[in-house]
Every structure is written in C-alpha cells, then in structure tokens.
C-alpha cells in the first residue's frame, strides 16, 4: 500500500524518480520507482528460515512489488558485539511488551527509546498524550545496553543507536538499487509510516539526497495506499529476438494481442473509465542474464525503431554501469503491455489553507539533531501550521499524533497544495555536517559498515553484468576492498572463501609488480595466474585503483570464474598447468579508460565461449568501477584524505578481537586425517592444529604428494579454505578482513598436494581444496568438543559438459548445437552437533545450485529429474545433510562430454560421534554403465546421465534421534 501511495504522489507532483520509504515498528520498507510506474517482481519467498536473508524460503511465482526489507524499526532492539560494535534489529521489541519507553516491562534499548533521549519524541504528546512515554526507562535501557561498553551516557548511546540504524537503511538502499539495475542518487524520498519522518532526512543525506516529502496522513500511509491502488493489469510476453533481427510486424500484432487481454480485465472493474497502456522491453547483452527494461513508444514499432531501441539501452547501461561492452550483440526476451485505470483524487485532494492565526504556534527545546554531537535549541512546531507561506527552516521537530518530522539544520520545510511536507536541502550542508565528529567511534564504525556495504554493491554490480552462469547464477565470485599496502579491509558477504581469501593474497602479487606510482585513473589490472590469483586458470582476478581527483586511496579487486579457458577443459586429466588453458600474467587490461585490446583479442583467440569470457571481463571492470565510486563518495562525506587510520582500526580491531577469543581456547596441538577419493589412487589429507597466544596455526605435514593430474592446490587456495575452517568456529562473528586473517597461519610442504609448485595441473584444485574445512573442523572438535560438524559433501559437483565437432573424440557430433556450460549442484553437509545437516547445499564454498532452466536456457541438455537422494543423509541424534538425484541427456539426442570432477564416491562423508556415514556418490549412465569419477568421458548419443550426489555424515547416537524428526523425514520421503 505504501509504495502504491509512493508512486501516486510522484504522478501527482511530477517526481520522476522516488524512494518510497515505509518504517514502522517493526521493519523499514524501501522501493524504488521509476516513471510513476511501480517496480513489479514475479518471484516472491515464503516461509524464509531468516526473515530479511534474500535465498534463504521457498520462491513461489507471484506478482508482487519490489522492494528491499530491512529489520529496522521503532521497536528494534540495539546491542554491542564482541568489537564494540553496535548492532541494531533484526531483533525487536514488538507491540508487547514495546521499548523501555513504553513502560510496560521491555527490558531492552529500542529506538524508539533513543529517539526520545535525543528529544526528537516528546513524552507528554507521543500519540497525541494517549502514550505518555518513560525517558528515565529509556535511559536506563540505553545505558545498559550500550553506554557500559561504549563507556558514554545516554544521550551518546542513543546517538550511536540512531546513526547505525540510519546507516542500515542506507545501505539497503545501495545495495538493493544495485541489485536492480538502477541509480539511487537524484530521486527524491517520500517517507510514511509512524517511524520514517523522525529518520527520513537523515537516511536521504546519507544517500546524497536532497529532497524529502512526508504525505499527508503519513503515519497510516500504507492504508491510504491501497485506497489509491489503480485497476491496472499487465500482460508479460516472452518472444526473443536479438535486436538486429527484429521484426516489427510479428511484435505489433503480440502488442495488439497483449493490450486486448489488458484492457478487458481493467474494464471489468473499470467501467467505462478511460484505459491507458506503456509498453516496455527486457534488453540485455547477449549471454548476460539479467535485463534492463526500456520504455517502447505506445504505438506500432517501425524498422527505424530497431536503432532507437539500441541507443535508449545503451543510454541505461552506461548510466548505470559506466560504460557498455562493444562487439556484443543486444537481445530482447520479453515485451509487457500494462493497462490502467485512472483512479479517483477523492483520497488526496488539496488540503484547506490554514488561517494566519494558526500558522504562528510554536515553542522551543533542546534536540541532539543527525550529524552533530550537541543538542540544538530547536523550534517545535505542530504540522499543521506549516504551509507554503510559512516555511519552516531547520533545527525543528515537526510534530503531529501519527509522527514526528526531524529537520536538521540547512534544510527547509514547506507544506503543499495537498497538505505534504516538502524538505529540500541547501546543496553544500550534507558533507560539512559530517566532518566535525569523523573520528569518533561511532564515526569509525560507520565508515567500516560503509565500505562492507561499498564491496557488496560491487558484488551485486558483478552479479548483474555477469555473462557466465558460473558468476550471476552459482555466485562464484568475490569482491572486497584494499588499502594502499593491499591488506583487505571488507569483503563481499556475496562470494565464496576460496576466491575472498586467496585474492586477499592476491592483491600483494599485483603491487609487486605494478607499484602505485604508476598507476593512473582509469587503469585496470588483471590475471589469472593460479600462483598469483585464486588458484586455477578459470578464475580472473581484477584490481582497479581508486582515485579521487589525481589521487591514489584505495584499491578495489574481484574475481570470477569463467564460463571456459582453453586448453583441454574444465577437468583434471592435464599433467601441466601449460595444458590447462591460457594464463594471463599480470597485465593492464584497461589503460586511463581505454581497453588494452591486444590482451582481449588474445583472450577471445583462445577460448570456446569468447563473448562469455570478454563480458565478465567487463563485468569485473564494472563492479569494481561501481566500489571505486562508492569509495570516492563515502571518503567525501566524511571528510577523509586518505584510508590509513580507519585501516588500522579495522586491522588492529580485528585482529585483537580474533586474539582475545582464542585466548580463552585450550592451548595445545591436535591432530586429524581424512582420506578422499583422489584420482587414480586416494589422497591422505593430514592436519596439525594448535592453538596459542599467538594464534591458531595449521600444518599438512604429512598430506600426499602432488598428483600427476589437475587436482593439485596451490598453496594460496589451501590457506583460504583451511582459515575458513577455522573461523567457522573461532572468531565467526567478525568481519573477514587483513586483521582477523592474520593470526591464524597455514603451511603445508612445499611438493605436497597442497602446496604444489608451478608447473603442477590444478584446473579443478577445489576437489581436494574444498575438503580441507573437514579436516580442520575434525582438529576442532577434538580441542572444542560439541563445536564442529560432522564431515560433509564438501566438495562440489560442477562438472563441465561440452559438445561439438573435434571435442567427442571421434563420436559423430552431427549438425546438434555446439555447447560447453558448466553446472554446479551441491550434495549434503554435515549434520551439526544441534541440528540436521543442510540438503544439496554447498559448503563450505556457499555457492548456489545452478537452475536447470537456466542450464537448459543456454544449452542443448534436458534435466529428466533433479530431486533429493532419499536416505542419503548419515542416520544419527542429527541426521546428515541429503544429496540429490540429477538425471540428464542432451536435448537433441547427440552425445556430449562431461569432465568429472566427483569425490566422496570411494571414501563417504563420516559420521561423528556415533553417527552414520553419508551415502556415497555414484556417477552411472541409466542403462547401467558405471563411470568413472574424475576425467573426461563420453555420454553416448541417446544415453542420459546420472549422478547420485554424497549425503552429509551423520552426528551422535542414532537410537537418541527426536522420534518428531524421523516422522517429518518419513512424511517428506527423506528417511
């Protein structure tokens, strides 16, 4: 309803761009619309095990309005964590027993209870009197929850409580403006809801916004919303074409179609109202997977339109992204017709003018106002004397029953012809008002949430512009931010650890051989070297320096794994890295804005998939410009030259705080092997960890030797997935940074499997790699018993599959569609020491199970089943994780080649504590031929593949088993 009424407003005073902003008690609500026309989702979750965690419920196809929630609302609850952080929701206080404030027993510092220690609230007149309001309460719960940690009062408490929660709801703008494709800057924000006014203004400054309407009746915004909804229905056609192949003819009559479906479902509660009708289309670059959609003129298209269509996109792209990608080809897969009614201005007339005599009340007193450190002598002012012939110029409260309207100082308030208060900000107050209090620990933890806000816009932006299904569907990416020594401060929440931790490594090769000094703006720098990058040759890390003006502050990286490389394919039968694929040394790939073309055009000599390939390159181009930006804005906000002191307090906090936690651990060594699958013959992978003062440390002495195929690690890979191992458990709740990683150290002998030396093969380095947190987890909970996981699938199933002439060697591949994609699916994890173990997940690489609509999308396969392997999870007091069942074939019945890469098929995941084993993996045709588990083979013409994924190893005494557990495995066919 609010976002109806958001987009009502914008139509009716003209804003071509708003923020709609909804608060109450509970959770903030933001969507961003554009054209008065409300943003439409078709996928909406259900049954979410996190509330406000995207991918974590049930999608279910439904039209719905899209917008971000975030756990911020009056009654959110406010703490410190372990780094003298402080947190605010999702936890919350609810209607009952309310914040402190309310005085009917809440216990904990709410912000609505910091709202009124700041004398934003008053608390004789909250409600119109009908809630007196308890500021002794308050304050208690302030101190109590913050200021004994903070070391501050009250007041400095309920500052930091309302500066994070402000924080909060920016960021969730960022990101999710990101997410759509879309600008958050230069809209202007209408703000509803009994908690949105006291908090809108500052929100907007944070996001660089300088205007600000609070609507009429804005504390039941919502309701008034759904009295304005307009009888619309849009009709969504999917046609594909690439543009130059567009044919004007053939979309004029589905139009013609579209918008007589439209109209006669409008004029069924319509009548005979006038209808009007927007066309639009989904474009994208060929290969990319999410769209931007481009306005259509509302008439037939004409040949001459094909041109107009191209430059309106590419006119989007560069707006949003900077620049577009040459050479690539445009497609459009979906056309919408939307058709409505006008609805009745019955609901928001124009207010009545209001007598002089009233527009003259007002009285004063002291509020703390948003970015100052002291109360401010502020005119209290009730709203309905504000009017456009008396404004209102900040310090004030704006007060009425539904809300309260905080107004800072440099911004003016003026009422309009329908009774909404419009602020508008002087265009120099958001930056100054910054400066005065930036090294504060509030200020410090601002900027440290900010530039982890900054990477995961970066991430979304790569996700986005993604050409590769690896990257914008699977998430095999990563994206973080450097400072000048290249020691990471922030990484991408979005992303998996082996790409996070080795890149954290990776930066330092890149200073090495291009120091500062020659780095220019607009340069780029790439390399999928798997000694200096993540690993292996599939993966391209990207660094771009930060600049504001001519100078040099920071450096943004990131990295993804393509679609293909060359060489002999996504497998581990090479012997040398040589076969591999190519291997780009660090090199410019962009030069002061202009691309280095001798590197693409090398690239695109040497793959299969040469626009996929060329288009994440830009895409990683694009995500880090978006950090860069994001930087640039943030260090101007907040007045900062340069990042050296927020860096080391990010490193030393972080740091000490890892320090301070194992300090309170057991000191000592322990020891645990586990022994996987290998190739040819098993792997022992042998693990000494020990714990002391001075950190944690971990050594594979004793792992095999390097194998003669590609499943050898580099010693980078080994140190991120074994470090990950160990904060899984120790110091999980702080941030991943330079700091944290530090006092945990990781070897392995150099000629082991886990720290092979150039030229060892190591394409598929995750198989072994991935397995390395089991190892870890078993030393802990050996040390911490109760703590870890029994051991799990780990490690993914991703197999490459490819078809086409010369790659079937010597199968008649036909005239069927040449193809490579490379799919990833997940068996079970470990069952935990509390709770089941999670089914067909990855971990401990995070990333998601590729669709197989997506797969079938791109290429010729068809997926006959997909579901999970029943019993597959180790019995147990907590049964493992299942697998899943994938049966698949080619969908024009040639055969194709698949590169196994499978593990835990010879040596299953175990079971801890008297739990089960998981289920062993089993790779097989459907007429019964087993295959092998690592190599490249060949799926006959006719013949479908099946591959039975590993459950997870099961946790304690199965005969302990909660007896409810076995009967909802029964009922879902699990057991």
């Given amino acids: 309803g609010g976002a109806i009424l958001a987009a009502h407003i914008a139509e009716t005073l003209g804003e071509s761009s708003v923020l709609s902003f909804d608060m109450g008690g509970t959770t903030a609500k933001i969507c961003l619309i554009d054209d008065c026309s409300l943003p439409l989702s078709r996928t909406f979750e259900v049954d979410r095990a996190h509330r406000f965690m995207k991918g974590s419920g049930m999608p279910i196809k439904i039209p719905v309005v899209d917008m971000v929630e975030i756990g911020a609302g009056g009654g959110s609850l406010a703490s410190v964590d372990e780094l003298s952080r402080v947190t605010v929701g999702p936890e919350s206080a609810g209607a009952e027993p309310g914040p402190a ?194 306005a259509l003129p509302d008439r037939p298209l004409t040949g001459d339109d094909r041109q107009t269509i191209a430059e309106t996109f590419d006119k989007a792209y560069r707006a949003q992204y900077g620049q577009g990608i040459p050479g690539v080809p445009l497609e459009i897969l979906t056309w919408s017709l939307t058709a409505s009614a006008e609805v009745s201005e019955a609901v928001r007339a124009q207010a009545q003018p209001m007598s002089g005599e009233t527009a003259q009340v007002s009285h004063q007193r002291m509020v703390w106002m948003p970015g100052t450190d002291h109360p401010s002598e502020c005119s209290v002012v009730p709203r309905e004397t504000v009017s456009a012939a008396h404004p209102v110029s900040g310090p004030a409260v704006i007060t009425e029953d539904q809300t309260t309207l905080v107004v800072p100082a440099g911004w003016t308030l003026e009422a309009n012809a329908y009774g909404d208060l419009v602020a508008t900000s002087a265009p120099e107050t958001s930056v100054e008002a910054q400066a005065a209090s930036v090294l504060s620990t509030i200020q410090r933890q601002v900027v440290w949430n900010r530039l982890i806000s900054i990477v995961e816009e970066q991430a979304q932006a790569l996700i986005r512009t993604a050409f590769s299904t690896t990257v914008r569907e699977a998430g095999d990416l990563s994206a973080g931010i450097f400072d000048l020594y290249g020691r990471m401060l922030a990484q991408a929440v979005t992303g998996t650890p082996g790409h996070v931790n080795a890149m954290a490594t990776s930066v330092g090769y890149f200073l090495e051989e291009i120091p500062l000094e020659r780095m220019q703006p607009g340069d780029v720098y790439v390399t999928n070297d798997p000694w200096l990058g993540t690993g292996h040759l599939f993966d391209f890390t990207v660094v771009t320096p930060a600049f504001i003006d001519d100078h040099l502050v920071g450096l943004l990286a990131s990295t993804v794994h393509v679609v293909d490389i060359g060489g002999r394919g996504f497998g581990p039968d090479a012997g040398q890295v040589y076969e591999e694929g190519l291997c780009v040394p660090i090199l410019p790939l962009f030069e002061r804005g202009e691309p280095a073309e001798a590197v693409m055009a090398i690239v695109r000599a040497n793959v299969r998939e040469p626009d996929q390939v060329i288009g994440d390159l830009y895409s990683l181009t694009v995500g880090n410009a978006v950090g860069c930006n994001r930087l640039a804005e943030m260090m ?104 944290s990683l530090d006092p945990i150290r990781v070897s392995a002998p150099e000629g082991c499997i886990l720290n092979a030396p150039r030229p060892h093969a190591v394409a598929v380095r995750h198989v072994i790699g991935q397995m390395l947190p089991d190892v870890v987890l078993g ?90 392997r029943e019993g597959s999870g180790g019995d147990g007091q907590y049964r493992g994780g299942h697998g899943q069942v994938i049966e698949v074939s080619h969908a024009e019945g040639a055969p194709f080649a698949i590169f196994a890469l499978f593990d835990r098929v010879d040596h299953p995941a175990r079971g801890r504590h008297g739990g089960a084993d998981g289920a062993p993996g089993t790779v097989r045709l459907t007429s019964g031929k087993t295959l092998k588990t690592k190599g490249k083979q060949i799926i006959p013409a006719g013949e479908r593949l099946l591959m039975e994924l590993p459950g997870g190893g099961g946790y304690g005494d199965p005969a302990k088993r909660d007896p409810g557990l076995r009967e909802k495995d029964l009922a879902n066919d699990l057991n």
């Avoid at 927020?646 to 740091?655: A, K, L, P, Q, V």
């Fill in 636 to 739: 101007q906000e907040f007045a900062l030259n340069d990042l050296e002191e927020i860096s080391e307090h990010i490193i030393s906090r972080s740091r000490r705080a890892v320090l301070e936690e194992v300090a309170t651990l057991p000191q000592g060594t322990w020891h645990h092997e586990m022994t996987v699958d290998g190739y040819g013959e098993p792997v022992t992978l042998k693990a000494s960890l020990t714990i002391s003062p001075q950190g944690i440390e971990v050594d594979f002495d004793g792992t095999s030797n390097v194998s003669p195929f590609g499943i050898n690690v580099p010693l980078s890979y080994t140190q991120a997935y074994a470090s990950f191992g160990v904060r899984c458990v120790i110091a999980s709740a702080i941030p991943n940074n330079a700091g």
């Fill in 101 to 294: 404030c309310y005085d009917r027993g809440g216990q904990g510092a709410a912000v609505t209870d910091a709202n009124l220690v700041l004398g934003r609230l008053d608390p004789d007149g909250f409600a119109g009197g009908r809630i007196p309001l308890n500021t002794t309460a308050a304050q208690q719960a302030l101190q109590t929850a913050v200021g004994e940690a903070l070391k501050t009062d009250a007041p400095g408490s309920a500052q930091a409580v309302i500066e994070i929660v402000d924080e909060n709801m920016a960021s969730a703008a960022r990101v999710h403006a990101v997410e759509k494709g879309l600008d958050v800057t230069e809209r202007t924000v209408i703000a509803f809801g009994g908690g949105a006014p006291l908090h809108a203004i500052a929100v907007a400054r944070k996001l660089g916004i300088g205007r600000v309407i609070i609507p009429r009746d804005a504390g039941v915004g919502s309701a008034v919303g759904f009295l304005l909804a307009p009888i619309a229905f849009e009709v969504v056609r999917s046609r594909f074409t690439l543009l130059e192949n567009l044919e004007p003819q053939a979309i004029n009559a589905l139009f013609a179609e579209m918008e007589e479906e439209a109209g006669a479902t409008v004029r069924l509660g319509a009548a005979d109202a006038p209808v009007s009708t927007v066309r639009h289309a989904f474009i994208r670059y060929a290969g990319q997977g999410h769209e931007i959609k481009i």
């Fill in 779 to 868: 030393c802990l909970e050996k040390a911490l018993p109760g703590k870890a996981p029994a051991e799990g699938s780990s490690s993914l199933w991703n197999p490459m599959m490819t078809g086409g002439p010369g790659l079937l060697d010597g199968e008649d591949y036909g005239d069927a569609t040449p193809f490579s994609v490379t799919i990833f699916h997940s068996g079970g994890t470990g069952a935990r020491p509390w709770r089941d173990g999670l089914s067909a997940t990855a971990f401990p690489s995070g990333v998601r199970n590729t669709p197989v609509e997506i797969t079938e999308s791109i290429a010729p396969v068809i997926f006959h089943r997909k579901e999970f």
